[in-house]
């Protein structure tokens, strides 16, 4: 059974950092891309960042490109995403996917998510 545990997250004042952690087991980690996602109130689930399995590929949505850090530990199973430069529209439920058949931006190519955790950027 695959599972994505997820620590992390919470309240941070604007200009603050935050770093998420996804564990995971039940599955092959270094062959697995991971992506993050977020949600924010009354919008649909976006792409943030994404790595590809040996970690060598990154891609980022245009809105965190500079500001937001993912990779991953193929030793600890354990993907990462470090926020700095947090900014109030950065509010949102952060979610971690993992993938063992593709890589990048599409929601549709992670099968398996993570719980939720809320991100709270105060102004």
């Known amino acids: 059974q695959v599972q994505l545990v997820k620590s992390g997250g919470g309240l941070v004042q604007a200009g603050g950092s935050l770093r998420l952690s996804c564990a995971t087991s039940?599955?092959?980690?270094?062959?697995?891309?991971m992506g993050w996602f977020r949600q924010a109130q009354g919008k649909e689930r976006e792409f943030v960042a994404a790595?590809?399995?040996?970690?060598?590929?990154?891609d980022y949505a245009d809105y965190v490109k500079g500001r937001f850090t993912i990779s991953k530990d193929n030793a600890q199973n354990t993907v990462f995403l470090q926020m700095n430069s947090l900014k109030p529209e950065d509010t949102a439920v952060y979610y971690c996917?993992?993938?063992?058949?593709?890589?990048?931006?599409?929601?549709?190519?992670?099968?398996?998510w993570g719980q939720g955790t809320q991100v709270t950027v105060s102004s």
């Open positions: 039940g599955l092959t980690f270094s062959n697995a891309a």
């Open positions: 996917a993992a993938s063992l058949t593709s890589f990048g931006p599409r929601r549709s190519g992670y099968r398996y």
């Open positions: 790595i590809s399995g040996s970690g060598t590929f990154k």
